[in-house]
């Protein structure tokens, strides 16, 4: 997993290369018209799916057998290409026609990966065929570029094996071993993470190592990858021992590979169709899937990239309910979150690890997809992931992430959580801290909250049942440029937040003192009068609303749109109590603007002024605006420790990450 210094995806970099080095000297000297049987069949293979050539095959099919063969110690790695062939087929057909020299630069490449300690457990990502490019390696190496595109484009990222092991206990404590066979199925297997980690679940539960590898079914747009998982199930079938195993692998390694497809998913798949066609589940057909049944289990972590210019998007708008009216721009991920309703048994379940967005995004094909969810029913839980100070794929993937478990059966009930914050130190553990707070039939068409308890549950359902909105205070709203003038009736908002929302009661504090500042713009906030502007600065500055933010927004972006609606209006409440919220508001901005933060991102400096340093107005305007809006009075002290907890993300008291984030929180902290 992850570790501090060692993000996961620049260590499992650094297992492949050899392997791409030693497949590209085999392709360019296996002949293929020399290849055939194993090395050359391509096993099953869908028209949608993306062909290996005869030489890329049966290059990788020896590395395959050969790196399997040495990491399960069938094989001393000082064995050959041909020896290896022979140990997986009996007969040494194409190795031995290979060139001396070749054989001899192709065992060195692999020879060095395959005998590090931990190879077998890094076996998925050392066969990867496609090059770890990340932003690290975009810096200190030639053609890394090139190589971080095709994969963005893909949207093909490795999964951490603590992320693979969760999704799958997720899954598969949700169904009953009783039901045989166990059906499991990966739409988006690559190189086979999640069906190794499903298949040691099962050994784990006590399956014999053939009842749970004949239950694993996976499918790939890639040949190369079913190819390479079917050898990495082969290494984790051999590794457990057991009855003794014949010479001849071909049969064992075929078995599995034919329980896995290279097609496009989207096209041999079906998710779930229109609302007037939607049928029951229990009848729901299974004409458009390979393998002619549905499953007990789905999980994956399906491409995060978009539909793209193919000429079948309509004819997969009939199959997928979020792909309806798609363009080029339709992200394909909630496509393959539809497989967990219409390839799962009415007993079954899944889990997929997809973007944050799943949970907010407005877009059509989210809304439908969250339609879609609630009418299929079962139970959803949906677990959501910060990307900062870590992210679920390590530091060099900076991706916020949802995993989205669903399991089958009954009327739809939601259960959610907040956006989690850890750092490579406190990994692990992650998953089991996780708070789960269950909120029944509620409607997530519009979105999922993602709050941390019942109080705050409650919370929200009262605030966004409030009749009226900020909108109601605000006498002109629209995005400026820097600089700006200063106003005594306006507050001003930044489009982005991290720990605390950046409003600005005075204008040219956003840019005083900056030689080269931010060029982004701001939300200019007008207001009747310069007391109405103070209570709405206390209003926004206020824990309660960051907190808001959180459960509604995508932890990042602050828009204009979302700023109106919050759920207070301020002349809904007593005069009182605007009173004392503009009182507050500026004793609040006259302390903080003493004390102004700076942060440099691309050469611009941009200024920002924490209200943390003040908790005790804090406190008092979060008291004051709880208490009006008549929410449960612990959600005061839980807004407080959520506060403490984001900011410090679990960090020890030494370590300079803490140190440094609670600058912010200056002598009052």
Known sequence: MPRSGRPFTTEAAKWNLAVLEAESLLARHIATSETGGWLSNPGPLDPSGCAASKSIRAGRRLIGAWVAGVVTQHLEPEASLPDAEEWLSGHREVSHRLPVSVTRQVMGALAEVATRPGALAMLPYMLDPMTHAYRRDVISRSGAAQARRERKERGSFFTPVDVAEHIVDEALSRVSLAQSPVRILDPACGTGVFLRAAFRWLLASGLDRDSAMSGLHGIDIDERCVDMTAFVLLADWLDVGGAEVSQNMTSAWESIRARLVCADSLVVLRGVPTQQSLPHLNEYPTSLNPFGHRFSVVVGNPPYARLGTRSDRERLGERYRSLQDSTPATDMYAAFLELLCSQCDENGAGSMVVPMSVGYGCGRSLRRLREAAQECGGSWTFAFFDRTPDALF????????????????????????????WTSRNRVGLFERIPRVTLGTISITDGVPRVGSAAQAQAHMLLRERPHTLQNDICHSHRINLPVESSANTVYMAGTAYNWLNVYRDGPAITDGVD???????????????????????????????????????????????????????????????????????????????????????????????????????????????????????????????????????????EHGLRRALASWGDHG
Request: net charge negative; no cysteine; charged share 20%.
């Open 516 to 654: 080269n500042p931010s060029e982004s713009s701001v939300l200019e906030l007008t207001f009747k009068d310069p007391a109405a502007a103070d209570a709405a600065y206390a209003l926004l500055t206020s824990r309660l609303v960051y907190w808001l933010w959180r459960v509604e927004g995508d932890a990042f972006h602050v828009s204009s749109s979302w700023v109106r609606r919050i759920p207070i209006a301020l002349s809904d409440l007593g005069a009182s109590d605007v009173s004392e919220l503009a009182n507050s508001g500026s004793q609040l901005w006259a302390a903080v603007s003493t004390r102004p933060i700076t942060s440099v991102n691309g050469g611009r400096t941009t200024v920002s002024y924490s209200p943390y340093s003040q908790q005790k107005l804090l406190s008092a305007i979060d008291a004051r605006l709880i208490n009006a809006a008549g929410l449960p009075h612990r959600l005061g002290l839980e807004l407080t420790e959520m506060i403490s907890h984001l900011t410090t993300a679990g960090r020890e008291s030494d």
């Open 394 to 421: 390590g530091d060099d993937v900076k991706q916020r992430t949802a995993i989205v478990t669903r399991q089958a059966g009954g009327e739809f009930e939601l259960t959610t959580s907040p956006v989690m914050r």
